[in-house]
């Protein structure tokens, strides 16, 4: 039987926390997506204006840019390499590079004028009022959730669309940095891990993988140069975390 396992990720610099959330954003919205209630629909339209609130605020197009040039760099280099699996090595190159022409392509903002739309944009106006897109206050909202299910999921799909380049970028971004990791098995001497990281080399995110089972869960702090894991203990949610005193076993994963 395999131990399932959870994963705690720490980014090093602000950078990569903006894609973290992005991620985090659009998992919500796919997990939402095809679930046939008016609440599930509520969910993914609210997962959509804080993508775009988000997008806004960042210029993720010239972030995700960046990354991907310097994967496909390196993914180039493991051409070359005897003991790399070729097929995947050439699907993966082939993919950044498809979205480092297709993101270099967009001029304006990258959500194709998303932001314009009247119901998105009612919606919008109203998400930062508590209740603010309940019935009595967006009749039109209210009226487009009554549709059926299947006509409703159709709508959200055309308004993800333009949408969909950013989060393929996302994906591959996070799924190369996650994979192209140093792996350690470490302990935590009661309850708290140090370390140091190598300054020559660019690191992007800490992972730290536990066993489901295992009674703790840890809060990572790190900067360019160092890092530290202090792991807790929280026997009940209402209660207050203490950090343990035992030694903790872990995955560490340094990107």
């Not at 609210?46 to 993508?51: K, V, Y």
Request: charged share 25%.
């Amino acid at each position: 039987m395999v131990n399932k396992k959870i994963v705690y990720e720490q980014a090093v610099n602000d950078r990569m926390r903006n894609i973290l959330r992005l991620e985090f954003l659009f998992a919500g919205i796919m997990y939402r997506l095809k679930g046939p209630t008016e609440w599930d629909s509520r969910a993914v339209m609210s997962g959509i204006i804080e993508i775009l609130e988000f997008i806004n605020r960042i210029d993720f197009k010239a972030e995700l840019l960046k990354d991907l040039k310097q994967h496909t760099q390196i993914l180039e280099r493991w051409q070359i390499e005897p003991f790399v699996d070729k097929e995947q090595l050439e699907k993966l190159l082939s993919q950044s590079q498809s979205l480092i022409i297709q993101l270099e392509e967009i001029k304006g903002k990258i959500d194709e004028g998303l932001s314009e739309h009247q119901l998105i944009h009612l919606v919008r106006q109203r998400s930062n009022i508590s209740g603010g897109t309940c019935r009595c206050d967006l009749p039109s909202y209210h009226y487009w959730l009554q549709k059926n299910p299947k006509q409703r999921l159709n709508d959200l799909n055309e308004w993800l669309a333009p949408l969909k380049l950013l989060s393929d970028a996302v994906n591959l971004d996070l799924y190369l940095i996650r994979n192209n990791s140093i792996i350690s098995q470490e302990t935590a001497e009661m309850g708290l891990f140090k370390s140091k990281l190598n300054t020559n080399a660019s690191y992007k995110l800490i992972r730290v993988i536990m066993r489901k089972e295992q009674q703790f869960y840890p809060e990572i702090n790190g900067s360019k140069q160092r890092f530290s894991i202090r792991f807790f203990e929280q026997n009940q949610p209402e209660q207050i975390s203490q950090p343990t005193e035992q030694n903790v076993k872990f995955e560490l994963n340094v990107a």
